[in-house]
């Protein structure tokens, strides 16, 4: 039970390292990305859908590196413009958005 709670420990510590490396690669990228989630939302697809709440996933981690507020600020809109997509605003819901 030992060697599995070792095991266990480091592939969290390898997921974290490479969590933050990924993050680290779309630093300074967010004007882009952002764009990227209106392009994807406005595809009106389930699985544009679907990448748009992976990347905010990321930006939501790179805004709680230093500005949240504004993520924040941009969350709310990006809801009030696509309040009518229902099947889109519950992938939010589920993803903590």
């Known amino acids: 039970?030992?060697?599995?709670?070792?095991?266990?420990?480091r592939?969290?510590?390898?997921?974290?390292?490479?969590?933050?490396?990924?993050?680290?690669?779309l630093a300074g990228r967010?004007?882009?990305?952002?764009?990227d989630v209106d392009t994807l939302v406005a595809?009106?697809?389930?699985?544009g859908y679907d990448q748009a709440v992976k990347?905010?996933?990321?930006?939501?981690d790179l805004a709680a590196r230093g500005n949240s507020g504004e993520f924040q600020?941009?969350?709310?809109?990006?809801?009030?413009t696509h309040a009518r997509k229902?099947?889109?605003?519950?992938r939010l819901g589920k993803a903590r958005l």
């Open 1 to 9: 039970a030992e060697k599995q709670a070792k095991e266990k420990a």
């Open 11 to 25: 592939r969290e510590r390898e997921a974290a390292i490479a969590r933050e490396k990924h993050l680290d690669s």
């Open 30 to 35: 967010a004007s882009k990305l952002w764009t």
């Open 43 to 47: 595809s009106k697809q389930p699985k």
């Open 55 to 60: 990347i905010l996933v990321d930006l939501r």
């Open 73 to 80: 600020l941009r969350m709310e809109a990006l809801r009030h």
């Open 86 to 90: 229902p099947s889109f605003i519950e």
